[in-house]
């Protein structure tokens, strides 16, 4: 069972920043895959970003050169940092987690509101 935590996201002003972790509990294993997706009101939800164990990482192209994600292994933790960010950004953002490379295990987090307004 593993439970996935996050935290950091508010209210923020047009062009300003936030950072969101996800700190995952309960697994033995380093966690293969671990990403953010994000869920506007009547949109599909959608990939934000995401990165493997081994460092590879992808974005959604509406947030490259924005957003940056990273990984610490050793907590089993995954970041994004979001800068610039947009009104269009709004969205609850949920932190994502696939435990092994070649069995689908996913894990949810609860979501996190980010509202980007002035």
């Known amino acids: 069972q593993v439970q996935l935590v996050e935290s950091g996201g508010g209210l923020v002003q047009p062009g300003g920043s936030l950072r969101l972790s996800c700190a995952a509990s309960g697994s033995i294993f380093t966690i293969y895959r671990m990403g953010w997706y994000r869920q506007a009101p009547g949109k599909q939800r959608e990939l934000v970003a995401a990165a493997t164990s081994s460092g590879s990482t992808n974005y959604a192209d509406s947030v490259k050169g924005r957003f940056t994600i990273s990984r610490d292994n050793a907590k089993n933790t995954v970041y994004l940092q979001m800068n610039s960010l947009k009104p269009e950004d709004t969205a609850v953002y949920f932190c994502?987690?696939?435990?092994?490379?070649?069995?689908?295990?996913?894990?949810w987090g609860q979501g996190t509101q980010v509202t980007v307004s002035s």
């Open positions: 994502n987690a696939d435990l092994f490379w070649n069995i689908r295990e996913l894990y």
